[in-house]
């Protein structure tokens, strides 16, 4: 079993930045494909970024402002997010697959585990 703790979110202004956090335990963070996820309200979760060893993917409305990084030796993923806008707002959960050589994140945004979520809110 794996859990998954995120921190880091919070209330930034457009154009701001923030970084979120995501503390993986009970499996080697180098064994998983983890991944970042959002949900605004009344939309449906979508996809943000993934990651597995040195492969990382990224959601168009995000690419060239979010990145996406891992820390082996903390067993903790993290998302640098810059330039933020107010559509970025959403609660982002941190996500997990056991089976990283299928790209179940990346290809079909499913995971074994998750996170309970961060709230970041950018104001304009």
């Known amino acids: 079993q794996v859990q998954l703790v995120e921190s880091g979110g919070g209330l930034v202004q457009a154009g701001g930045s923030l970084r979120l956090s995501c503390a993986a335990s009970?499996?080697?963070?180098?064994?998983?494909?983890m991944g970042w996820f959002r949900q605004a309200p009344g939309k449906e979760r979508e996809f943000v970024a993934s990651i597995y060893w040195s492969t990382t993917s990224y959601a168009d409305s995000v690419k060239g402002r979010f990145t996406i990084s891992g820390d082996n030796a903390k067993n903790t993923v993290y998302l640098q997010m810059n330039s933020l806008k107010p559509e970025d707002t959403a609660v982002y959960y941190c996500?997990?697959?056991?089976?990283?050589?299928?790209?179940?994140?990346?290809?079909?945004?499913?995971?074994?585990?998750w996170g309970q979520g961060t709230q970041v809110t950018v104001s304009s």
């Open positions: 009970g499996r080697t963070f180098s064994t998983l494909e």
């Open positions: 996500a997990a697959d056991a089976r990283p050589i299928l790209s179940r994140i990346r290809l079909y945004g499913l995971a074994d585990y």
